[in-house]
Every structure is written in structure tokens, then in C-alpha cells.
């Protein structure tokens, strides 16, 4: 390889190093703006979780397990009063079966809501363990940007190296005649 052919080799190189720099660059902005979006969306994703306690889960549950204790409660008590009024029955007896019922919706009622709890927990680590992977991305992403702009560039370089380490045909005529002078001064 000529002198010239060495410095073409390393010009090129040169350029495609450079070209391949602007090109990291300009993924490298839009990555990151990319990647930003991604948490700001994450940080609503996580804010928004249903099962935290108080939250949409624990409300909606929560409301409709009482509703549902209630309704049973004064359902039994209304069937009562309404069958001492048709039939003419002592309704004496009657309050203290609903007081029974009432006690037996308000035990069911405390079961109901521990199950709730069990299953909003549940929900809650769920939701926190796909956020909590979710996060990872970005990271990812950043390493793999990296990555891949990194072996680019070392490609290149190494493409220069190697061009400005090839000796020209006049280096090796150069060496040639010098070594051979070296070895004739040497017998005299």
C-alpha cells in the first residue's frame, strides 16, 4: 500500500468515524427525549396505582362490601316487620333476630374486607413489581445506546490504526537500502 492508498485508508476511517459521531449523537438526543417521555409516563403509571391503600380499589370495595352487609341486614329486618303485619304475629322475637342477623352481616362484613385487603395487597405488589421492572428499560436502553456507538467508533479507529500502521512501498524500499547500509558500514 502506497503512502497515498495509507493516508486515503486513514481519511476514510477519519470520516467515518465522524459521520458515525453526528449519527450517535442525533440517536442519542432522540433516544433520551424518548426515554424521558418513557419515565414521565412511568411516574403517571405509578401514581395512578388503583391498590394503595385508601385508593380506588380500597373505595370501590370497600363500599360495595357494606352496601352489601346493609342490604342483608335490613332485608331480613323489613321481611320481618312485614310478616308480623301480614300474619299478626308477635313481632317481640323479631328484634332480637335481627339484632342476630345484623351481628352475622357485621361478622361477614370483617371477613369480606380482610379477603379484600389480602387481595388489594396482592394487587398493590403486583402493580409495583411491573412498575419496578418497567423502570429497568430505560437503563437498558441507555447501555445499549452506548453500546452500540462505542463498537462503532472502536471500529473505525481500529480501521485507522491499522492504515497508519501499513508501511508504503518506498518505507519498505527505505528499510531495504538502510538495513543493508547498516550492514555494509558494519564490515568496514
Not at 394503595?52 to 352487609?69: M, R
Not at 317481640?92 to 339484632?99: F, G, L, N, R, V
Request: net charge negative; aromatic share 6%.
Amino acid at each position: 500500500m502506497s503512502r497515498g492508498q495509507s493516508t486515503q485508508a486513514f481519511n476514510t476511517g477519519s470520516d467515518e468515524n465522524a459521520t458515525n459521531f453526528g449519527n450517535a449523537q442525533s440517536a442519542f438526543g432522540s433516544t433520551d427525549n424518548a426515554i424521558g417521555n418513557y419515565n414521565n409516563q412511568l411516574a403517571n403509571f405509578v401514581s395512578g396505582n388503583p391498590y394503595t391503600k385508601g385508593g380506588e380499589y380500597d373505595q370501590t370495595i370497600n363500599t360495595g362490601l357494606a352496601n352489601v352487609s346493609d342490604a342483608g341486614a335490613n332485608s331480613l329486618q323489613g321481611a320481618l316487620q312485614s310478616q308480623a303485619r301480614r300474619t299478626g304475629q308477635n313481632s317481640a322475637a323479631d328484634a332480637a333476630t335481627a339484632a342476630a342477623e345484623a351481628q352475622q352481616s357485621t361478622r361477614d362484613l370483617s371477613s369480606d374486607l380482610a379477603n379484600a385487603q389480602q387481595k388489594r395487597i396482592a394487587g398493590e405488589a403486583g402493580y409495583n413489581q411491573t412498575a419496578l421492572g418497567a423502570s429497568a428499560l430505560p437503563i437498558q436502553a441507555n447501555q445499549a445506546l452506548y453500546g452500540t456507538s462505542s463498537n462503532a467508533a472502536e471500529t473505525d479507529l481500529g480501521d485507522e490504526a491499522h492504515a497508519a500502521q501499513t508501511p508504503s512501498f518506498w518505507d519498505e524500499v527505505g528499510n531495504s537500502v538502510a538495513g543493508n547500509l547498516g550492514k555494509a558500514a558494519g564490515k568496514l
